[in-house]
């Protein structure tokens, strides 16, 4: 059976930092490219990728605080956010995809900003 559980969200203040992690099981992690999405009210939208082999990107207007990385030993990619807006309220999902037909979502975790 397929997992994807993240964790790490919550109330935090502007300015502050969370690290956010995808716990998987049930499938070949280390094949598997793996994302963030974010949404709020609206669309869900891609925060950052990683492949099966370590290559990142991220969406344009989440560079340089966000950083994805994953560690296949542990099945499990994480997501550092750096100073913190309100604007990055959202709830985060993790993504795992591999080829055409495979396709996983968690099922996300509340990151609230606000002082």
């Known amino acids: 059976q397929v997992q994807l559980v993240e964790s790490g969200g919550g109330l935090v203040q502007p300015g502050e930092s969370l690290r956010l992690s995808c716990s998987t099981s049930g499938f070949t992690f280390s094949r598997y490219a793996m994302s963030w999405y974010r949404q709020a009210p609206g669309k869900r939208e891609l925060v950052a990728a990683i492949?099966?082999?370590?290559?990142?990107t991220y969406a344009d207007s989440m560079k340089g605080r966000f950083t994805i990385s994953r560690d296949n030993a542990e099945n499990t990619v994480y997501l550092q956010i750096k100073s913190l807006k309100p604007e990055d309220t959202a709830v985060y999902y993790c993504?795992?995809?591999?080829?055409?037909?495979?396709?996983?979502w968690g099922h996300g975790t509340q990151v609230t900003v606000s002082s």
């Open positions: 993504n795992a995809k591999y080829g055409p037909r495979n396709e996983y």
């Open positions: 492949t099966s082999s370590g290559s990142t």
